[in-house]
């Protein structure tokens, strides 16, 4: 198997083991992992080197599984992996926002020229396509649709036992610097919420907001710790259901939406807020 991302502290790394073991014990593989150790390689590069593996142990006739960075975009992965190669979850989100002119128009036209190179190769596949969430569903054609298996996240999630514990700490976030995350990140309502006196936390990276604790990237058990002690998060309306939300839910952490996402929420529906991050009365 081949990871470019295998890490305890980033979605990609926790999705990746997460398939593993469904691997593990749905399939009963055993299971040998290659992946990338220098992180300045990691994304871009790696997955050409992950393909030059795959081809590596499928000439020695052993069954090779490409676990991520899977994003359906990336055509070249499903163009050149071997034949039969087992696919981890599929990723990538159909929102993007217009503030960053570039950014949107890319995602929006070329991503989409992309999607529909990718389908072509997924089509001649004979193994299932399982995607990580539906969130792409509606690029898809009915064939492909009919071929895969949606929501692999939610679908098999399973969450630490942890002992209840005060919630004390008032919203836990995931904070990324990507030009698309950040254009759907509500500084301003955040910054508000510091000023008023709640305790915030924040995962991944620097969040400069005063009066806000940053934890920096943690092991997942260390995150789920705190989201164990946490009441609120704040959904990304790039992806709903990101790794990050979907402990948060299990945790029984109440999730703060904006209303012109609440159509995209399937499952955990008792557990979304619909807020106005500009008009929230504190």
């Known amino acids: 198997m ?12 926790n999705l990746a083991r997460l398939f593993t073991k469904y691997l593990i014990k749905r399939k009963n593989y055993k299971i040998k992992i290659n992946k990338m150790n220098n992180i300045k390689y990691n994304k871009y590069l790696s997955p050409f080197i992950g393909i030059s593996y795959c081809w590596k142990y499928y000439f020695v006739n052993k069954k090779v599984a490409y676990i991520n960075y899977l994003p359906l975009w990336n055509f070249f992965i499903f163009m050149f992996l071997p034949p039969k190669t087992i696919l981890g979850p599929i990723t990538g989100g159909a929102k993007y926002s217009s503030r960053h002119k570039l950014n949107f128009l890319i995602r929006k036209y070329l991503f989409t020229l992309f999607y529909k190179i990718s389908e072509c190769f997924l089509l001649l596949r004979s193994s299932e396509i399982i995607f990580s969430t539906d969130l792409l569903k509606e690029k898809l054609s009915k064939k492909l649709k009919q071929k895969s298996k949606f929501n692999f996240l939610i679908k ?13 700490i008032d919203l836990i976030l995931y904070y990324r610097k990507h030009i698309n995350k950040e254009s759907f990140f509500p500084k301003k309502f955040i910054r508000r919420m510091a000023k008023s006196g709640a305790k915030i936390s924040v995962i991944g990276d620097k969040l400069n907001i005063k009066n806000i604790k940053n934890y920096g990237y943690l092991q997942n058990i260390n995150v789920q710790r705190l989201q164990a002690q946490s009441k609120f998060t704040i959904a990304s309306g790039e992806n709903i259901y990101s790794i990050f939300t979907v402990e948060c839910l299990l945790h029984d952490v109440k999730v703060l939406i904006e209303k012109k996402n609440y159509s995209q929420i ?7 807020l619909v807020t106005n991050f500009d008009k929230i009365n504190l």
């Open 2 to 13: 081949w990871a470019s991302d295998y890490a305890e502290n980033s979605g990609e790394g």
């Open 156 to 168: 098999n999630m399973r969450i630490l036992k942890l002992k209840n514990k005060k919630k004390s």
């Open 266 to 272: 399937n499952f955990f529906k008792k557990n979304f």
